[in-house]
């Protein structure tokens, strides 16, 4: 049964199923003790992927009494009998898509079982063979629990207990290393303790003794066989003493070490010349017969099952923890640097760089980068850039030291490798490790020699390493961008960077002052570079790049290909061009101003990749088309940073737009069969700088335009919302806004998104909304009454409606419809206003503004609502003192900015409270001193916060408050004195000082981006002072507290406060 079943691969049904189950859990209870194993073995066959359909067997085999409980038990004396109970409990937990998973409590035995088997120790009665099997069933089924029960693992316990038996089993056999690991690890900022035999320790320290670096090369050619190598993983003792590979083939000065530039070109592996060991040891050398030596090998291939098993099972524990659990156990998988006179802790690294299988340091690789992948967070404490000198080293420098040592392994690991499929993971976990790791906290240097490291392997003859070296040179100039270490990369010449004998080691020439502060870039200095010239040499990283893409591929260095035939094998391979273009458009991105130099030629790149057949190209073509429109529009900005004579000339920028209008962007965007490119393409064309728009010929405004408009209707979701969004950025460029034709055509073709069943394209169209209603109010105020006459009344009516509609939408959309709702009811006239059919419009998304002040939808959406509002009560129109719904409104506002958890939200419904400039539009005297109180009571709770974060902007609230305070006093009436004054005779000392701290605080800029001066707020005060002064004339005193004499002792305090300061 078990040889048909496995062998044969013979399928049984259900029925069958049931009757053999039957048979075999009667015949392990009936039958003689010698034949338990064989059952056990057709029971394993039986279960594996039927688990779903033995459910009424689990009480029988997995219950209390269970059998393969039983006889899994540690207690058992036949391991044999073990290895085959625990095997079928494996494969019982093997999960069959769409069908049920064991329960709860039957996950849990297993999981306790496979821990036990794990946690246990070889005996000297147990061949290594069967150990090794028994532990594999083991990984296994742990590892089936994880994926297929999706198991959670969340107690401490469980975990540390896990994990130590994992790190026990990815050592397990490791040549040269034998380490005992505690029943459980904890989490800990330091590595835990590895229990070593001294005889080990004692082997391995002539293999660390020191050497200059000059004899350590000149004796590199002369090592006997066997010595280098994966020999020299096996041989060389301790893992942790100084990582090195091998006797004394590197004691790791980063920058010291690189492969041979044309060995690498060549196919040739840094280290393949030397010979591998245990490969190469004929019988006469060999201390053991040939039988003998099959055993040994046997034995050792599986040792390294067990390995690769325990470091699969780890790959599928990592995804079952949560990130910041797992970050506890860093030290204990991570590699440090080791402390003077201890040797370093063993770690993934030990068996990336010391286990003899590839296949087994490859999964270490695996490991480490899931472990690394999304540390960026925990990474982020790590800090070493200045020396340190306390009597403790704080967790921001061992993260740091943590990181420098991994940066000086997986250098170390990758020129020492010789499997091609090892040396892609290496790569791409130096690749995780730079995206996360944060060296703008770190001494600068490490991206230098990672860079210099990796320039070779671009011309690897497997195409799988040069695609990921390309990925690492992308993640480096990504990371952080822009560093002022990778811009002095860049700008290194093309040369740079390898010399004859293939080392790169121009970064050292360069101080730390240089690192820390950015040269200028090419062509950034006007008396070096005059604009329009580019540097004498291209950027190495830049022509390196366009060539992969454009250049017909060399045989000589790519010769290997054969995975991947492109194009007649014209070009590289399509995964290496694919990567090319990522990175260049990262490079784009991350450092326009090095690109801008060669921005119609890269727009030239572009547009041949658009015109290619494949579609990925074309997509990736149209990906960078746009980071260079988003260059272009980030230099252009008012607040830009750039100089304006530094930035891209607009005349430039046409000729590249009027390259792409007449070349292959029109056809991108019509091509059907491939939504994603056409999406790609209207991102491109939505990234035109307007200035240069308003440039163009008129038939290529109208293209833009139409083609837009026409893909706005597309079927596919993703090319809808594309367009949406593109037609929202063209509707405020200042040459279309004002055309009163196209903003109708924007509105209709919006208003069409708004109503998709896609929430992606109402959420972008509900932006483009807020965008629309933002370019009428600014033609309201610079067109005037022109436009608001030639602008369709059932037009505003339908905008209105939409917008109420959608407000009640999800967060996203809801967020912009108020926007919108805010500017379109600014917008109405005095005749809209009268109009019936307005009328019930406007009181339902007036209503619909009012109840999002007040929801608990999220803070921006509550943010927009407040400034909604605050646009409403700008429109003199609406009878803002009268309406019923004028009176909710300020009670919304009131209550938010008395108790809302987010400041931002407070600040913004406070600026909203203090719009209307006029009395009447406050209401009764009891709505305006309702008004008043609440300020007041707000302004006393602005350091009143649960979330630290928040904090930060309760200065910032407290001007705003105060603002509306002296606004409200600069519009009381007579019959609001009274009540005023019985509030400043409760809590004027305690508001008197935050009104101090704003006369005080000058030049402050406010939450809406505006500077308000001293002499400004000053005057603020005495225009509210005259203001009551003469109200409280006409009273003839009869107010009990003179609210003036409040505000003139509040500006006395400051006279003499500033004038002590001065002097």
């Known amino acids: 049964m078990h040889h048909l079943l496995n062998r044969y691969q013979v399928m049984v049904d259900e029925q069958n199923l049931n009757f053999l189950l039957s048979y075999c859990i009667s015949a392990l209870r009936q039958c003689s003790s010698w034949t338990h194993v064989e059952i056990l073995q057709a029971l394993a066959a039986l ?27 540690p207690a058992q004396p036949d391991v044999e009998l073990r290895r085959a109970a625990v095997r079928s409990m494996a494969n019982l937990c093997l999960s069959v898509p769409a069908q049920p998973y064991l329960d709860e409590s039957y996950r849990s035995v297993c999981f306790q079982t496979f821990l036990s088997v794990l946690q246990s120790s070889k005996t000297s009665d147990v061949d290594d063979i069967t150990f090794c099997m028994l532990l594999q069933s083991a990984l296994k089924g742990v590892q089936s629990l994880l994926n297929g029960g999706k198991m959670k693992l969340m107690q401490t316990d469980q975990i540390g207990a896990l994990l130590a038996v994992l790190k026990k089993c990815m050592f397990h056999g490791l040549p040269g290393l034998s380490i005992e690991v505690p029943t459980a690890l904890y989490p ?94 004929s019988s006469s050398e060999s201390e053991y017969s040939d039988a003998e030596g099959g055993i040994q090998s046997k034995v050792r291939s599986y040792q390294a099952n067990v390995r690769q098993g325990a470091l699969a099972c780890f790959l599928s524990t990592i995804k079952s923890i949560e990130k910041r659990v797992l970050y506890g156990y860093w030290s204990a998988f991570v590699p440090d640097a080791p402390g003077i006179g201890s040797p370093q802790s063993v770690s993934l690294m030990t068996i990336a760089l010391k286990d003899p299988s590839p296949k087994t340091r490859a999964c270490a690789l695996q490991v480490l980068s899931a472990f690394l992948e999304g540390s960026k967070q925990f990474l982020s404490v790590a800090e070493d850039a200045n020396d340190h000198k306390r009597a403790f080293t704080p967790f921001s420098v061992t993260i740091a030291s943590s990181i420098r040592e991994l940066h000086r392994c997986l250098l170390l690991a990758l020129v020492a490798e010789s499997s091609s499929q090892t040396l892609t993971q290496i790569v791409k976990c130096l690749a995780n490790l730079v995206s996360n790791a944060p060296y703008s906290r770190l001494k600068p240097g490490l991206l230098t020699r990672v860079w210099n490291q990796i320039k070779p392997y671009i011309s690897h003859k497997d195409v799988n390493v040069r695609v990921s070296s390309l990925t690492l040179l992308g993640a480096i100039v990504s990371v952080q961008a822009p560093l002022p270490e990778v811009q002095l990369l860049l700008q290194q010449p093309s040369s740079s960077g390898l010399n004859s004998s293939g080392s790169a080691t121009p970064g050292r020439f360069f101080s730390c002052e240089q690192w820390r502060t950015a040269v200028p870039w090419a062509g950034e200095s006007p008396r070096d570079n005059p604009a329009g010239c580019g540097p004498p040499e291209p950027c190495w990283l830049l022509r390196l790049c366009v060539s992969i893409i454009i250049l017909p591929r060399e045989d000589s260095c790519s010769d290997s290909d054969t995975t991947f035939p492109s194009l007649g094998s014209v070009y590289e391979p399509c995964p290496l061009r694919l990567e090319a273009l990522q990175v260049l458009a990262l490079l784009v991105k991350g450092y326009f101003p090095m690109a801008q130099s060669y921005f119609l030629e890269l727009g030239e790149v572009a547009c041949r990749c658009m015109e290619e057949m494949d579609p990925s190209i074309q997509l990736h073509g149209a990906k960078l088309l746009e980071e260079l429109g988003t260059g272009v529009l980030q ?256 009670s919304a506002l009131s209550s938010v900015v008395k108790s809302c958890k987010n400041f931002k939200v407070r600040i913004k419904s406070a600026m909203a409270l203090s719009i209307p400039s006029r009395r009447e539009c406050y209401g009764s005297t009891e709505q305006f001193c309702q008004i008043w109180s609440a300020l007041v009571v707000a302004l006393q709770r602005s350091e009143d916060t649960e979330d630290f974060l928040e904090f930060k902007y309760s200065s910032s609230l407290r001007t705003q408050i105060c603002r509306a305070l002296l606004h409200l006093l600069g519009l009381a009436r007579s019959t609001d004195l009274p009540f005023l004054g019985a509030t400043l005779r409760a809590h004027g000392d305690a508001i008197k000082p935050y009104v101090l701290q704003y006369l005080r605080a000058s030049g402050e800029e406010s939450e809406a981006g505006m500077h308000t001066d001293l002499g400004e707020r000053e005057r603020g005060v005495q225009r509210a002072i005259d203001h009551l002064s003469g109200v409280e004339r006409e009273l003839q005193g009869k107010v009990r507290v003179r609210v003036s004499l409040y505000l003139e002792d509040v500006l006395t305090d400051h006279t003499n406060a500033t004038g002590l300061t001065e002097a």
């Open 47 to 73: 279960v594996y992927n039927n688990g779903p359909k033995c459910q009424k067997y689990l009480p029988d085999l997995l219950g209390q009494a269970g059998l393969l409980l039983h006889f899994s038990d």
């Open 188 to 281: 800990a900022p330091l590595p835990q303790y590895d229990k070593r035999s001294p005889v080990k320790q004692e082997q391995s320290e002539p293999a660390t003794s020191k050497q200059t670096g000059s004899r350590r090369r000149k004796c590199k050619g002369k090592q006997k066989k066997g010595e280098f190598g994966e020999e020299g993983r096996e041989d060389s003792g301790d893992a942790g003493n100084e990582s090195v590979l091998g006797a004394d083939m590197l004691k790791l000065h980063l920058e010291d070490v690189q492969p041979r530039a044309s060995d690498v070109c060549a196919g040739k592996d840094p280290l393949s010349s030397q010979p591998t060991g245990w490969k190469c040891i």
């Open 635 to 890: 230099q252009h900005k008012p607040d830009s940073p750039t100089a304006p004579e530094q930035r891209v000339p607009v005349s430039v920028v046409v000729t590249f737009w009027t390259m792409m209008l007449n070349g292959p962007l029109p056809g991108t965007l019509q091509n059907s069969p491939h939504p994603t490119l056409q999406t790609s393409a209207c991102d491109a064309l939505s990234s035109i700088l307007p200035e240069a728009f308003s440039l163009l010929q008129g038939d290529q405004q109208i293209l833009c335009v139409t083609l837009l408009l026409g893909l706005n209707h597309s079927e596919n979701p993703l090319v809808k919302a594309a367009a949406a969004r593109a037609l929202g950025v063209y509707i405020l460029f200042p040459c279309l806004r004002q055309d009163v034709m196209f903003v109708a055509d924007t509105a209709n073709a919006i208003l069409n998104s708004l109503h998709d069943k896609s929430p992606n394209v109402r959420a972008k169209a509900a932006w483009s909304l807020g965008n629309l209603t933002d370019t009428l109010i600014i033609n309201m105020e610079t067109m005037g009454q022109s436009f608001q006459e030639e602008l369709s009344d059932l037009l505003l009516l339908k905008l209105l409606r939409s917008a109420t509609e959608a407000s009640k939408d999800r967060d996203k959309v809801k967020s912009n419809a108020v926007r919108a709702l805010g500017n379109v009811l600014h917008f109405l006239q005095p005749c809209h206003v009268a109009n019936p059919r307005f009328r019930e419009a406007m009181e339902e998304s007036l209503q619909a503004l009012i109840a999002t002040v007040g929801s608990e939808a999220t803070m921006k959406v509550r943010w927009n609502a407040c400034y909604a509002l605050g646009n409403v009560f700008k429109n003199p129109a609406l009878p803002l003192g009268e309406a019923l719904w004028a009176t909710q409104a300020f």
